[in-house]
């Protein structure tokens, strides 16, 4: 396999975004982001700036290595910017019709023989792939948030992923100083298939009243030895995205089990979206997170 990847683009410039684009250019690649809000993609780069600092002050990064890693990344909104990139990494917001829009959008500018990765938490890595020019040359790249900290990275093959494809991503993500695990072209994959169902069941127990935010979480927390909450964990990932998992799951698995929950729905309409809005089961506002019930 003679295929060298320089640089990586990335649209999206969200949680997973600019950690992506974090991750790329730390490891050395020349990184395009792009977001169809032009503010977006700028506060996508304030933030990677912010969080390559904290791990400088951590000692985990050097200041000058810092600067270059920086300087490696460009933002903006125009599809243009991608020619020359040989990876293009998709981490816009989880919906089937906007992810189809921009592959439509990016086959158009993109070289013949550049791969196109999604990171979507939950949709058919088939039926994306299906939508591009290149179905042998499209595979799922599934981070965890937040990328520059958690280790793993889903790898998923769609029905058509050529081999070479999938063997070229597995070993960036090592390359990335990722633990790829493989998981099939089901529904949320493995770690969303098993996460979400848990987070739905917890909303179901504070909307039947079961327990408080507080009780909810701090059982889960001392009960089970998990670091966050599960209501702490929806906010965190984002209500809407934990929203159009559970439908994904529920409609690709056509079993009632995964209905989601009435009042993340409702979370979600009223645009309490968690943490990236201001609130969700936490109200956000002040110094300290405050539950909301
Ligand atoms: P986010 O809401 O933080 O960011 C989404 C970004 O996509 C926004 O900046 C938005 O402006 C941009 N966007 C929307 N429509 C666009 C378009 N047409 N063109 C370009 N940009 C567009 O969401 P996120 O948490 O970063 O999630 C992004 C993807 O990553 C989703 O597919 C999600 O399922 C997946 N994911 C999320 C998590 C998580 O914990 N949040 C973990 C793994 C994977």
Redesign the pocket.
Known sequence: MSFEIKKIGV???????NGIAHVCAKAGYDVFM????AD?AKDGLVKIDHNMEREVSRGQFDAAAKAKALARITAGTNYKDFKDCQLVIE????DET?KK??LTELVAVLPADALIAS????ISITRLGAHTDRPGKFVGM????PVPRMELVEIIRGIATDEDTYAIIRELAVKLGKTPVNAEDFPAFIVNRILLPMINEAIYTLYEGVGSVVSIDTAMKLGTHHPMGPLELAD???L??CL??MHVLHEGLADTKYRPCPLLVKYVEAGWLGR?SGRGFYDYSGDEPVPTR
């Not at 649209?11 to 975004?17: D, E």
């Not at 990171?119 to 939950?122: A, D, G, L, P, V």
Request: net charge negative; glycine share 12%; hydrophobic share 45%.
């Open positions: 649209v999206g410039s969200g949680q997973m975004g792009l977001d169809s809000n977006a981490a816009a917001t989880e906007i829009a921009i990171n979507t938490s939950s599934h981070f965890m948030n965190f990932i984002g809407d995205t159009a998992v990236k």
